[in-house]
């Protein structure tokens, strides 16, 4: 394979800055506050790195190592092309998720937001921006301290599986978007692992040791120059490296990968009509739907109202959106 020259594309549109630091008052930027519209979240300054930093490939050609945040709305947002990534291309990629821990604490004010209502709003704004169904409410009425608690969860979960983890964190951000439950409370993160068939007595052991796995993921992401969510870092076997920086349209994730592994080939879901997708992903939503299947959105609710219509699938409607699921 040709020898790529290393490459680094920094996509600084719609997404949610991280920051290590809990001090952020003499800041101008806000990790919660993301522009959609503008497509720029600005960040506080930081050491930037000039090492390049390994990233070791496993059993597949390409690794990507995801740096994300289970309140991380603009991580919502990509949900729709990171499960069609997956499907198309999941014989080549291997995805490595790592937290970020975007919200350490409230002890910060600025870019207009200074307590956990100023963030609502923001949310709604989102959920238009990303045609993804987002309820900024529960900033309103039982709102999240801490996003550490949901990472270092998703970290215990690993401990215990992989796949299991990652559908965890799905079921998370569920809970969090539509049904407005606060997953910094261990009744809400328990029951989320009751659901993805995890282990509670062991993730709740687990939790301690989870906590350091945590905090290397904070270390890596300092290493690697995370600045904000999400990111991804992909990696070939010669260490050539792309990095896409932000929620951006599926081509710009499916270019990386193809650069850096030209002889993957994409395998395609043209059945629209079928519930088999519901069998891979439980729950999609209608943006998730349509890019998967390459239609546009509003084809999307037709199809999926109408079998909801047919008693084939449930449906959660809240007021910027709705989630479908398999009966």
Request: aromatic content about 10%; overall charge negative; some cysteine.
């Amino acid at each position: 394979m040709k020898i790529l020259s290393i490459l680094l594309i920094l996509i600084c549109s719609s997404s949610c800055q991280s920051q290590t630091n809990s001090k952020m008052s003499e800041d101008k930027t806000n990790p919660l506050l993301c522009d959609p519209v503008s497509g720029m979240c600005e960040m506080p300054a930081g050491e930037k790195s000039n090492q390049k930093t390994a990233i070791p490939t496993e059993n597949k050609p390409v690794k990507i190592i995801y740096y994300t945040d289970p309140i991380c709305s603009s991580c919502w947002g990509i949900e729709p092309q990171l499960r069609k990534l997956k499907l198309e291309y999941g014989d080549y990629i291997e995805i490595d998720y790592r937290m970020g821990g975007l919200l350490p604490d409230w002890s910060y004010n600025s870019g207009g937001i200074s307590k956990p209502s100023d963030v609502a709003h923001h949310w709604d704004e989102a959920s238009l921006y990303y045609e993804m169904p987002i309820d900024g409410n529960v900033w309103l009425e039982d709102p999240l301290d801490s996003s550490y608690p949901s990472c270092i969860a998703v970290k215990a979960a690993q401990m215990q599986s992989k796949e299991k983890a990652v559908y965890f964190m799905r079921i998370l951000r569920e809970k969090l978007y539509l049904y407005k439950k606060n997953i910094a409370k261990w009744e809400n993160i328990a029951e989320a692992a009751k659901i993805a068939g995890l282990d509670v007595p062991k993730l709740k052991a687990d939790y301690d040791d989870a906590e350091e796995l945590f905090q290397e993921d904070l270390n890596l992401g300092k290493t690697l120059g995370v600045r904000g969510f999400p990111t991804l870092f992909l990696a070939n076997a010669d260490n050539n490296q792309l990095t896409v920086y932000g929620s951006k349209p599926y081509d710009a994730y499916e270019n990386a990968l193809l650069a850096l592994f030209p002889e993957a080939k994409a395998k395609k879901f043209e059945n629209k009509n079928s519930l088999s997708i519901f069998e891979i992903y439980p729950t999609l939503a209608p943006k998730e739907y349509a890019v998967i299947h390459n239609i546009a959105v509003n084809e999307a609710k037709i199809i999926l109202e109408e079998l909801f219509s047919k008693e084939k699938l449930d449906k959660k409607t809240i007021k910027n959106g709705s989630l479908y699921s398999k009966k």
